[in-house]
T-cell receptor, first 115, second 115 residues
């Protein structure tokens, strides 16, 4: 069975500093990896995905993520954090296209960017 | 990306009543939609996969007679919580698979509170 681990419940970072939200995964075969962001009482917004190709994936709002197959990781990064980045971030994995295969989410990491 | 609309955003009902939540794919036809449930400070749990023109596929542990799903058209799926009880209070989110590369796009969610 596939699984996602987000080891940090909360990440605090000062505005302007780089941020990293960690994610490791377990899945059979080649992973489809996703990051989503959720603001309070809102649905999830798609940030970026990795399917194949370049290990560094660039997404919305200046976020990027690096796929590391040997470490089975897909950490989310941003060079300079904004207060508006404060939200709940979910990493997700599926063994194929998310519409055809079940998407499994991590438990989420709350990011707080301190002014 | 796909635009997904959910209605209502918030609903409060008395115990024993039924509540219907609508999920609409606004800009493309979705043969498959997904219903998730999210408890406070927890991740998303897939409840069921809604298939247009056929019966929904429910995840293990989800009562199909309690959570009725209807996907009568390519743009609309409904989730009806029947005989709601306080433990059904939760945040319900629907999603559709993107038309191109298999990521999921989510509605804004519907918060149900059962008194």
């Amino acid at each position: 069975a596939q699984s996602v681990a987000q080891p940090e419940d909360q990440v605090n970072v000062a505005e302007g500093n780089p941020l990293t939200v960690k994610c490791t995964y377990s899945v059979s075969g080649n992973p489809y990896l996703f990051w989503y962001v959720q603001y309070p009482n809102r649905g999830l917004q798609f940030l970026l995905k990795y399917i194949t190709g370049d290990n560094l994936v660039k997404g919305s709002y200046g976020f990027e993520a690096e796929f590391n197959k040997s470490q089975t990781s897909f950490h989310l990064k941003k060079p300079s954090a904004l207060v508006s980045d404060s939200a709940l971030y979910f990493c997700a994995v599926s063994p194929g296209p998310a519409g055809s295969y079940q998407l499994t989410f991590g438990k989420g990491t709350k990011l707080s960017v301190i002014p | 990306g796909a635009v997904v609309s959910q209605h209502p955003s918030w609903v409060i009902c008395k115990s024993g009543t039924s509540v219907k939540i609508e999920c609409r794919s606004l800009d493309f036809q979705a043969t498959t939609m997904f219903w998730y449930r999210q408890f406070p400070k927890q991740s998303l749990m897939l409840m069921a996969t809604s298939n247009e023109g056929s019966k929904a596929t429910y995840e293990q542990g989800v009562e199909k007679d309690k959570f009725l799903i209807n996907h009568a058209s390519l743009t609309l799926s409904t989730l009806t919580v029947t005989s709601a009880h306080p433990e059904d209070s939760s945040f319900y989110i629907c999603s559709v698979s993107g038309p191109n590369t298999g990521e999921l796009f989510f509605g804004e969610g519907s918060r149900l509170t059962v008194l």
